[in-house]
């Protein structure tokens, strides 16, 4: 499966951006989605997930603010993000873990997020 995230961009602190993460060469109907994002000299954290039957996680840094979704129809998932600070400023990836995995198997290349104070 290939995933191609698109939506970054500059925003001020309190805005919003709408990530999209769009899927080609399989479904991901049955597939979990997740969000990760990797800001400047830290490490890959994962943000979201949802699960194939629309179940979300959030990391506590997140929780309130950012929504995770998806459109099987579309082979699309999404990150919608809002109240943004500069602390999320970051490349934010999209990620595929089959139904037979443990692993995330498939990613995006990243799309990036910076938000001005």
């Known amino acids: 499966v290939h995933l191609q995230e698109s939506g970054g961009g500059l925003v001020r602190a309190g805005g919003s951006l709408r990530l999209s993460c769009a899927a080609s060469?399989?479904?991901?109907?049955?597939?979990?989605m997740g969000w990760y994002r990797q800001a400047p000299g830290k490490q890959r954290e994962l943000v979201a997930t949802?699960?194939?039957?629309?179940?979300?996680h959030y990391s506590a840094s997140v929780e309130g603010r950012f929504t995770v979704s998806r459109d099987n129809a579309e082979n699309t998932a999404y990150l919608q993000l809002n109240s943004l600070t500069p602390e999320d400023t970051a490349v934010y990836y999209c990620?595929?873990?089959?139904?037979?995995?443990?692993?995330?198997?498939?990613w995006g290349q990243g799309t990036q997020v910076t938000v001005s104070s």
């Open positions: 990620a595929l873990r089959p139904p037979w995995s443990d692993s995330w198997g498939s």
């Open positions: 949802i699960s194939a039957s629309g179940i979300t």
């Open positions: 060469g399989d479904t991901i109907s049955f597939s979990a």
